[in-house]
């Protein structure tokens, strides 16, 4: 069932927009086509999303995104960020998703990470800036990838959507949808886009996907080579530094003492690959300059 509803609702949005490609377009169709031919609404019950429906969605969020802060041009910038996410996502759970894992700068001084679910992860220049490192910089990294992989946008999505959804499906077949058929499921899926929208920039997660997101980063950390202590030790800088900064990050995360002493207990004795240390600090440097 969430798969026709994300379907076709994108494909009502893009096509009234003008921004969907032929390809696109023809992927959409099939889908389309798929469940016209299904006669049977019984079979459409609650089922976790997949990754392809995970795709489409992550995609449509990252639109929202952009609408409201502007990518940077900085292509030597954003690729070092995508080299060192890319080795992060490596070692997490989904190591490849149905579009794959890709890293892009927010021109913005607005201190904050996004992770759109699919992998579409952004970071602003404002964040850019508060890391002293590269192992800091991978550590927020990991911390958005864990978020992808813990599918926390797609829980943000209200529940009554799809209940809402499967009395619109389970009434005729696709071919007979009529004009308040196809607005209402256009409704669910602009509403599904808005609810992750909102979690991501306006209200953020919750406290306990937090903790999770922190947990599992440093786990990402460790497997990839850089120091697990990494994101404690930005979180302790934020804290030491005595400033007062305005929404981001601060806004959308729980407070910064808070999960520094939540991590603690889940911190690994090991450090990281301490070897290739002064690599690190000449590639952040260059890449930052």
Not at 33 to 48: E, F, H, I, V
Not at 78 to 105: C, D, K, M
Request: aromatic share 8%; hydrophobic share 40%; proline share 3%.
């Amino acid at each position: 069932m969430i798969r026709e509803v994300f379907i076709l609702g994108l494909f009502l949005l893009l096509t009234v927009s003008g921004r969907a490609d032929a390809g696109l377009l023809d992927s959409i169709q099939k889908g389309i086509d798929m469940l016209a031919a299904s006669s049977d609404a019984t079979q459409k019950a609650a089922r976790s999303i997949s990754d392809e429906e995970e795709y489409f969605l992550g995609r449509a969020v990252a639109a929202r995104i952009l609408e409201t802060y502007p990518l940077l041009k900085d292509p030597k910038l954003t690729e070092y960020v995508n080299t060192i996410g890319s080795v992060l996502a490596l070692h997490a759970e989904r190591p490849y998703t149905y579009g794959g894992y890709h890293f892009a700068v927010l021109d913005t001084g607005e201190m904050n990470a996004f992770a759109c679910p699919g992998g579409i992860v952004f970071i602003t220049q404002g964040m850019l800036k508060a890391v002293a490192s590269e192992d800091e910089l991978a550590a927020v990294l990991a911390h958005e990838i864990a978020h992808v992989n813990h599918r926390d946008g797609i829980a943000s999505i209200k529940n009554s959507r799809w209940t809402e959804a499967a009395a619109i499906i389970g009434t005729k077949a696709a071919q007979n949808y009529g004009p308040q058929e196809l607005s209402g499921l256009t409704s669910i899926f602009e509403g599904s886009i808005d609810d992750i929208f909102k979690t991501l920039v306006v209200k953020g997660y919750s406290k306990s996907m937090e903790y999770g997101a922190d947990k599992t980063a440093i786990s990402y950390l460790g497997k990839s080579g850089y120091e697990p202590a990494a994101l404690q030790a930005f979180l302790d800088r934020m804290v030491s530094s005595g400033k007062t900064y305005e929404g981001g990050i601060l806004k959308t995360h729980p407070g910064t003492a808070d999960r520094i002493d939540n991590m603690r207990a889940d911190m690994p004795k090991d450090k990281g690959d301490t070897l290739r240390v002064g690599i690190r600090t000449a590639r952040f440097s260059a890449a930052m300059n």
